[in-house]
């Protein structure tokens, strides 16, 4: 069965503090390792699509990067409006028909 | 790009009474749609998977004839709520994706959501 994990469940940083947030899986084949963003009381927002390992995308102050065993998300000196609840999700393919696994997400909070 | 919208945002109903949840797919044909629920500090459930023109997957322990799900075209999905009850209030989520082969990846893309609340 596919599994995702995510940790921390939370994380709080100042404005300016760079971390990183990190999703293991264990999924036979994988065909795409997904990051979402989810503000309060809306539906998740599209970041990244990851394919293969070693393999890296950037936007703003986020970076993803994948390995064979777990996908980190890099923040670079958030802000306040990047707090948020991110989300990790595979995709294993074959019969799936696209169903994807998340993880139960890390809520960041950036404090001023 | 790849923007989902869901009608209603919110929606209040009297128990007994049947909700419909439209998803919309509004610059891209979606192959797959997909519904979730939500509860309150939680991550997404699963409920069903939608393809055009037939019936929906749904997941274990969801009800399928409480949760009607129509794929009417590549654009739409609806999701019925029928004979609701205050134990159905909750956040529903649809996405839609577009399935690059089986082998290909499969990137959803999520709708706002519809707040559900049944009296």
């Known amino acids: 069965e596919d599994q995702v994990t995510q940790s921390p469940e939370a994380l709080r940083l100042q404005e300016g503090e760079s971390s990183s947030l990190n999703c293991s899986y264990t999924v036979s084949g994988l065909r795409g390792l997904f990051w979402y963003r989810q503000d309060p009381g809306k539906g998740p927002e599209f970041l990244f699509t990851l394919y293969s390992a070693g393999e890296e995308k950037e936007k703003e102050r986020l970076k993803a990067t994948l390995t064979k065993k777990e996908s980190f998300l890099h923040i670079t000196a958030p802000k306040p409006e990047d707090s948020a609840t991110y989300l990790c999700?595979?995709?294993?393919?074959?019969?799936?028909?696209?169903?994807?696994?998340f993880g139960q997400g890390t809520i960041l909070t950036v404090h001023p | 790009g790849a923007v989902v919208s869901q009608h209603p945002s919110w929606v209040i109903c009297k128990s007994g009474t049947s909700v419909k949840i439209e998803c919309r797919s509004l610059?891209?044909?979606?192959?797959?749609m997909f519904w979730y629920r939500q509860f309150p500090k939680q991550s997404l459930m699963l409920m069903a998977t939608s393809n055009e023109g037939s019936k929906a997957t749904y997941e274990q322990g969801v009800e399928k004839d409480k949760f009607l799900i129509n794929h009417a075209s590549l654009t739409l999905s609806t999701l019925t709520v029928t004979s609701a009850h205050p134990e159905d209030s909750s956040f529903y989520i649809c996405?839609?994706?577009?399935?690059?082969?089986?082998?290909?990846?499969?990137?959803?893309?999520f709708g706002p959501g519809t707040r559900l609340l049944v009296l």
């Open positions: 999700a595979v995709y294993a393919g074959g019969t799936s028909y696209g169903k994807l696994t």
């Open positions: 610059d891209f044909q979606a192959t797959t």
């Open positions: 996405s839609a994706s577009i399935l690059a082969g089986l082998l290909g990846g499969a990137t959803q893309y």
